[in-house]
């Protein structure tokens, strides 16, 4: 089944920074509740955008949200020192966002990394900059998950984040990310593929459409999870469909359910 990583506890979001300054639970909780009932499978938690208050940000945070919800929760943060905070007053095993070839980052996460029981998001970036081919996609990935392999992680405990890009720039960036997940599957049959979807649309008209034609491109490549807004019921309405196309929802439970409650729909 294709897991959802919900995108909108992230103090980038004015009405999210807001509220964590403000001390605003309620709007948090709100917030949270309402990604679980669409169908959320993890809560990503940020608070990197107020400069000098991450750590006391991401421990309210996740004082706020953790009692108000079952799912497990997404660490987001550069910051080993305040992951590592992070990671110990979790309660369920976590998914860590994120890792990536960057020397800096490297460097820093892979010490706070090794030995820990949880998933790790993976990002195909090195000091050379953004992936310019499938070929260097699935040679970022290998790398990434033979390092993590060397630190005690299995394959089904990473998530690979080919880095979607613009196709408004190259009408071939789209076909690039599409060759280099079914590589990266064929080669790690257990790995998972995430990522951010939104970044194929930037620069066009009617970017939902793209995106949610994208997604379910992605999907049959071998996509099993991404990164976005649970509440927005289209692409929720398309990955659950495309889900049921490809043979991953058992007797059409989730589909059936999400006609009955009215979030898919013609």
């Known amino acids: 089944m294709f897991k959802v990583i919900g995108e909108r506890i992230n103090t980038s979001r004015k009405k999210v920074q807001e ?4 001390r605003n639970a309620e709007y948090i909780i709100k917030d949270v509740h309402q990604q679980v009932e669409a169908g959320a499978d993890y809560i990503d938690v940020n608070a990197g955008a107020r400069i000098g208050h991450e750590t006391e ?3 309210w945070l996740i004082d706020t949200i953790q009692p108000n919800v079952s799912l497990p929760l997404c ?3 550069p910051d080993p020192a305040v992951l590592e905070m992070a990671f110990q007053m979790v309660e369920k095993s976590p998914m860590i966002n994120s890792i990536s070839l960057e020397k800096e ?5 892979m010490p706070f990394l090794e030995g820990k029981k949880c998933e790790v998001i993976a990002l195909c970036m090195d000091d050379k900059g953004m992936p310019s081919s499938a070929d260097d996609i699935l040679a970022r990935a290998v790398s990434l998950v033979e390092k993590l392999g060397k630190i005690g992680f299995l394959p089904e405990s990473i998530y690979i984040d080919p880095l979607v890009q613009p196709i408004s720039t190259d009408s071939n960036k789209g076909v690039m990310v599409l060759d280099a997940a079914r ?3 064929n080669r790690y049959p257990s790995v998972h593929i995430t990522g951010g979807l939104s970044n194929i649309s930037y ?3 009617q970017r939902r459409i793209i995106n949610r034609t994208f997604v379910a491109l992605m999907m049959d490549a071998g996509m099993d999870s991404a990164i976005i807004d649970p ?3 289209k692409i929720m309405a398309t990955l659950r469909t495309a889900d049921m196309l490809l043979g991953q929802d058992q007797f059409f439970m989730n ?4 006609v009955r409650s009215g979030t898919i729909e013609s």
């Open 231 to 233: 509440l927005d019921k």
């Open 183 to 185: 590589a990266i599957k």
């Open 75 to 77: 660490l987001d943060s």
């Open 105 to 109: 980052r490297y460097d820093a996460m």
């Open 203 to 205: 620069g066009l008209p």
């Open 57 to 59: 940000d991401m421990k």
């Open 255 to 258: 589909y059936l359910k999400g």
């Open 19 to 22: 509220a964590v300054a403000n």
